[in-house]
């Protein structure tokens, strides 16, 4: 069985602070990371992707990939109260198969 | 990005009843799309894999008598939930991901189901 682990939260952060969240996933042959985010009762919206160990840069936005670890983490630097949301890592291990979600980390950015 | 539409966004019915809900990739082919379905504060549940022109994948404990796949083509994607029951109410999504972008995928924006 596959699995993406998260922390559900809330992690709460204030205005302008670093957050970070973290992903884990089970199946070692897994190519493909992503994060979304989610606004209470709308669809996932994709946020970054990566498919390489290292870090990539989105604007306040990077993702961390580290294979060996198993681990994928999104750090949100200068968080803003519209940064608050779910945020949902989602893992696959082949093109054109479906992702596999986590449960979500719930954000609260307090201004 | 690419845009997947989905319709209805939201539609009430009674029990017993069908409802169809239709997924749109609106600027790009999918051979495959995906339906999840989402309870309240919980994460997105892969249903099925649908496939253009093929029967649709279902996942463990997902019955394909009761959600209908059809995949006539490669940009549509219907999902009918038969003889709804209130336990049927969630939050359905589709996705698609579109082949030239390396393994993005693209949603919906989500039909809410309440069977009353």
């Known amino acids: 069985q596959k699995e993406v682990e998260q922390n559900s939260g809330p992690l709460s952060v204030p205005e302008g602070a670093i957050a970070s969240l973290n992903c884990t996933y089970s199946?070692?042959?897994?190519?493909?990371f992503f994060w979304y985010r989610q606004y209470s009762g709308k669809s996932p919206e994709l946020i970054m992707s990566i498919y390489s160990n290292g870090d990539k840069e989105d604007g306040r936005f990077t993702a961390q990939l580290n294979k060996a670890s198993q681990y994928v983490s999104l750090l949100i630097r200068d968080s803003q109260p519209s940064d608050s949301a779910t945020y949902l890592c989602?893992?696959?291990?082949?093109?054109?198969?479906?992702?596999?979600f986590g449960k979500g980390t719930t954000l609260s950015v307090s201004s | 990005g690419a845009v997947v539409s989905q319709h209805p966004s939201r539609v009430i019915c009674k029990s017993g009843t069908s409802v169809k809900i239709e997924c749109r990739s609106l600027d790009f082919q999918a051979t495959t799309m995906f339906w999840y379905r989402q309870f309240p504060k919980k994460s997105l549940m892969l249903m099925a894999t649908?496939?253009?022109?093929?029967?649709?994948?279902?996942e463990q404990g997902v019955e394909k008598d009761k959600f209908l796949i059809n995949h006539a083509s490669l940009t549509l994607s219907t999902l009918t939930v038969t003889s709804a029951h209130p336990e049927d109410s969630s939050f359905y999504i589709c996705?698609?991901?579109?082949?030239?972008?390396?393994?993005?995928?693209?949603f919906g924006e989500g039909s809410r189901l309440t069977v009353l």
């Open positions: 199946d070692r042959v897994s190519q493909s």
């Open positions: 996705s698609a991901r579109d082949l030239n972008r390396t393994g993005e995928l693209f």
């Open positions: 649908s496939n253009e022109g093929s029967k649709a994948t279902y």
């Open positions: 989602a893992v696959n291990d082949q093109a054109g198969t479906a992702l596999i």
